[in-house]
Structure formats: C-alpha cells, structure tokens
C-alpha cells in the first residue's frame, strides 16, 4: 500500500462509521495566535472539543498537514519528522472507548492488515485524580483474544504515568495550561522486531524492552486520547461536558508498518525526494551513517519547507518565516555531509518531488512549484554565499566562544544553532550564556540609538 492508498482507506473506513471528512486545515493556525503551526488535527478543533457544535456534526475524520518544531532536533533517526499527515477521527460527546478502540484494531488488521501479533498497546496507569484506565484494558484484552492472543499486562498491554500516556497539547496534566483539554491516551505500537534491540551495538541490549524504549524496534501508530478533561483555575482538571475521543496516527509511520520497512525514509512518503538527492550527490542511500543522516535531515527539512511555502509562509526573521528559514538553512548545511556544498540551488530541485508527491490531495503545491522553487532557491543562495565567508572565518578560530558566535550571527547571518552544531561536530561547546548577553546589549545598544 501507499501512503495515498492509506490515507484514503482511513478516511473511507470513518466515513463509513458515520463520520464527516474535513479538509486539512493550513499548517499556519488560521484563529490561534498562541502557536506558529497546527501540530495535530486536534488543533483546529479545541472549540468543538470544549463543547462548541460543529456543523458538521459529532463524528469527524481528516488528515492534517502538521509540524512539530520541537522535534528539528531529532529529525536524522529512522522515524522523526518535522512536517508530518497525522490520520485523525474525533468523537465530539458521541462514541467512546469501546467503539474507538475496537474501530482502531479492525482497521489496524484487516484494513491496513497489520498483523496483530506485531501489535502492542499502552494504557494509562492512572495517579491520585485520574483512575487507572481499566476499561481500556479489558477491550484490548478482548480483541488480541478475538485474534487468539492472550494480552497479558506487561508483555502485550502495558501501563504507563502521564509523562507517556496522557495527551494535551502541551503534555502533562501539569503544563497543561488554563482552558487547556486533554485526557488519558492508549497508544498502538507496531514491532519491528526484537533484534533491533539486541543487537551487539545496541546501547540498549542489557535493559528490557517495551513500546516506549527508544531502540527503535517499536513504532508508535496511533495514540487514541479519550479527552474528558479540561484545566481549571485552581490548577485542578474537571470533566468536560462531553466526552471525546481525539485519535492520532502519522501516516508516514504507518507507511512504515504496514510495508514493514523499519525507516520511514525509505517508504514512498520519502523516497522521491531521497532519490532525488542521491542523483544529485551521487551517492547511494544507507552507504554510511553520515550520508543516510544528512538526508534523512535533508528530505525532512525541505519537504516541511515546500508546504509551509505552499501554505504562504515566506523566509523571515521571525515567527514561522524563522522557522522556514531555520529549515532551508538546515537542509544546506548538512548538504556539505553529501558533498554538494557549494552548489546553492540544488535545494531548488526537491520541490518538484515533493510537489508530485502530493499532486492529487494538495494540488496547491504543484499549481505554486515555480514560485515555490524561487524561494528556496533564493534563500539557500543568499544564505549560502554568507555561510561560506562564515565558515572561513570560523575555520580561522582554535575555538568559537559566546561572543564569536555572536560576531557570526550579525555578520554571516549565523544561527545561534548552525554554530552550535558546527563546534560540536569538532567536539567543542560554546558558550550559549555568553552569546545571549551579547545578543542583549546588542539590542540595547540599537534601542538606545534609536531613542
Ligand atoms: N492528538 C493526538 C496525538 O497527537 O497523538
């Protein structure tokens, strides 16, 4: 299956159970101004989840353009991405636990046919306000037994506190903010199996495993949120009026699980763009772990820049025009682990993929691909000609202290960031303390001129 053939299986496989299908909204929230992007299909929801009618209606199914810019770090292993299609059906006051639950495993298995064994489920082990969520417990139960599997907790159904399994926008019941939404979550982890943990280089092989080990063998698919709680003043959770179920699945995951390939850049949600730049930098995917990284940053990178420019952000300094310059700045910066450095515009030659990639359920990207092109092609050569006097001056440095890094920010236009990675690559840390006060006087020094 293809990533278009599973998106539109989910959305057939809801709309069938009586859901309205909702376009994606636009990565930019159009009335939130407390966040840059939409980063879950929840988002554009909240005042339906907080009691608002929708018009249409109580069961709703999507799949949203999202982007989580926490994760740019991350981005380089086999499953983080920056901009991602999170699969989502919500239940506002309708159905709950054990319609949701039971809807997930079908489509799971006999849909997508994911085969249950390579399925483990979490639950939420509850704390002094919230009960410990039998009921989710004793539906899965149920169903890995409809498929001759006996669940037992611990090897198959696993417990977890809230840091793993509660879900608001901003995490824990603790830093959910006031008004704020959120609820105990069961998530769905597909295995790819146990050599991933146990192999001889494997930093984990000498502790257990379970779903939210990070070795990589198991791969969050789904996370079903039965969003029944809201934030209130005093800092303690009430119940809504209605209870919701709020579901999750990236898509580019399930991509991964349900053609089992361990990477999600190897799946068609990425392999364009990969091939694109193995042409460009004539080097095959996976030859070693630098070039398989830099890509992986690389594909990541600018297919979250060519649908942010789709959905009208432009480069800047700040905002989500920061964001999309931090990016394309990125991508061209690890472009040097390919050996293409040097070569500004290649960037340019990746919207097109991207743009073919999603011809059909975002036609807007392909109708705006030379405008889009132009921009990345623009940054990146701007950008580029800087960098490269940066680097020469940084090459002349023994080490980059807070106040040089400073220097190369107003110079070179160097983000705090690209030095800070830069001076690790030579195993070096700069001091981020001393870059902020230079950047503070800086700023004083421009607001007394201005005065
Ligand atoms: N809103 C559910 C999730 O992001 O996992």
Redesign the pocket.
Known sequence: MTANDIRSSYISFFQNHGHAVIPSAPLVPENDPTTLFNS???QPLIPYLLGQAHPLGKRLVNSQKSFRSQDIEEVGDNRHQTFFE?LGNWSLGDYFKKEQLPWVFEFFTKYLGLDPKHLFVTVFEGNDTVPKDEESIAIWKELFSSEGIDAKIGERIFTYPARKNW?SRSGEPDHMALGEPGGPDSEVFYDFGEELHLHEHSPWAQEPCHPNCDCGRFLEIG?S?FMQYKKTENGSLVELPQKNV?F?GGLERLNAAVNNIRDVFQTDSFSSIVHELEETARTEYGTDAKSTRAMRIIADHMRASVMMIADGVLPSNKTQGYVLRRLIRRALLYGRDLGVWGNWEYLGGLVAPVARMYADVYPTVQKQQDMIEDVVKDEAKRFGKSVEKGLREIEKLPAVDGKQAFILYETYGFPWELTEEIARGRGQDVNRHQFEEEFKKHQELSRTAAA
Do not use: I, P, T
């Open positions: 879950a299909g929840m999170m879900w996370n949120v709020d999750g």
